[in-house]
């Protein structure tokens, strides 16, 4: 005689969203975008220098190295990715904070996060 086993039910997935859009139709608008639609910068701290204090790079000092473009990129609906340890978003946040000049920033935030500009994948 054995002891009846658990089981347990899962609620069925959601249904697909109706027509979704092929994968290779969203690449395609990637390779087909102008060649000043799309920047990426990278931040490698083991093998780069900024150029503020000559230290390590980190992200925070591409943003204040760049940070007219940044600004006017954002405000004319760029979107911006932010991927990495969470520890680097504070000196990040900072950063922008003091190189934002004369604006609202937590107001500033609040509008990109609502236009889906802004997003930050940090573990």
Sequence with gaps: FFPPLPFFFSPPPPPPPPNPPP???KKQKTKTAGPNQLRIDYAISR???NTIDGGKRY???VIAENAN???ERMNNGATCYFCGLKGM???VLDTLESV???VDFDGKMKEW???HQWHVEVY
Excluded: I, R, Y
Aim: hydrophobic share 30%; proline share 14%; no cysteine.
């Design 59 to 61: 992200v925070q000092h």
């Design 69 to 71: 473009e940044f600004f």
């Design 113 to 115: 996060k609502k236009n």
């Design 89 to 91: 978003m504070p000196p």
């Design 47 to 49: 093998e780069q220098f």
């Design 23 to 25: 994968p290779l139709e």
């Design 100 to 102: 934002s000049g004369n």
